[in-house]
């Protein structure tokens, strides 16, 4: 009896723990369709939100540290709710916020929360499902936590858009002039108001969502009845061998370098893919004779059609592949889907390179965010394979996302202007040195088993 409750309550803590992955997904994305509005309402140029999205990095960066050092002495459930509760709480109120200022504490306040999440979230789902007794599951919940993050990404424009405003200036809607990357810091003074915007309802919205996952993950440490402190258990015993603590920070540093790597791709590509189209595929337009090419040329502004379109392939094979892996990960193991990805990466990468024709790229496009879609979880489910986890390693593991998140898009847009195939030229090198660190990763991990046996 106590074992049926026990999977009981494991099964609802993972259905709220997903559930927060698709709130918090879905809060995160919703600063991109709502910029306009937010501008508007503070009176500051959508250049000026460059200090929000600094805030949300800064923000993200304190989340991660404090949560792996709090998750490995206290309870993760009450920690996750209550970094939750704040996160919700503040963007309640987000769409009242009259200043820039008051918008960028807001921000960091939702980065810290989806720090703390990203770190204590995957410790969450490895220790609900152990490897030693639910392995099958185990993978399949934490594809499944970032499978949802994705879902709520791409639940956020179609929640949003019914309470967005419509503005133009000079003729031009502005959503339209930022995707294309137009200057604009014109006076928000200038903006013809076509339709006003019900940022309030919205935030409050999002905020309730939220806030209804801190009160379940609150509601689940308070029936359990656990000590808000934690046994720290396995990690004292590998610390207490110089031999296998050696082996472990090795291993941790090359899942750091892997991490920089695999996550500053993902996020270059994403942000860049728009851009990429619009450079590279665009004055391809009037030389292909096929019928959908042709049709896209009919169009009224066929440019920004063909990169619309770009972006759209990346993200469906990105969400569709990580849904997919909710299974693929029961039957396989994390290393071969590792390689898979990789190679997936690798190859098509070189494509974007070398390829000109438009329906190949797109092609190359959609696979791309497939071998992308599920490297992160799977990282941390080859981990888990060797070592048991703690915070302090997790928040490594994310601090090196954070990183990667940081630089390498830094680099794509610094290199953009001079040399347009940036984009794939850098994931298609990060795909090569992150080949090299898992090769030695997974021997680093064997090495490590060898030694605890």
Known sequence: MVKEESKVRRIYSTAILIFSFVALGMSTAMIGPALPDLAFKTHHSTKDYTSVFMAR???FLIGVVIGGKVSDKKDEMAVTGLAILLCGAFLFFLGTLPTLMLVSVV???EGFAMGILDTVGNIVALRLWPTD????TQKSVMQALHAGFAVGGVLCPVIARPFLGEYRVDGDNVADVLKDGEDSSTDILEWEVVTPGRLDVLFKIVGSCVIACSVLFLAEFVTSRRPWTRDQGESKEVAENAALSKLQTRFSWLL???FVLCVGSEISF??????YAQRNLAPQLNSSTTNFIQSIAERDDPVRYLSSTATFMFWMGFTLFRIIAIVQSRFMKPGTMLWMNLGGCIITSAGLIFVKAIEPCLILTFFY???????FPSAFNLAASYMELDGAMASKFVVGSAIGWMTLPSLCIAVMDNFSKILPT???VSAILSSVIMLFTQRMGERFLANKI
């Open 426 to 428: 850098v994931t298609f």
């Open 270 to 275: 994403a942000q860049f893919i728009y851009s």
């Open 369 to 375: 965010g497939a071998s992308m879609a599920n490297t």
């Open 256 to 258: 750091f370098s892997f």
């Open 133 to 136: 007794k639910h392995e099958a």
């Open 107 to 109: 921000i960091l306040a």
């Open 57 to 59: 990095a800064f923000g």
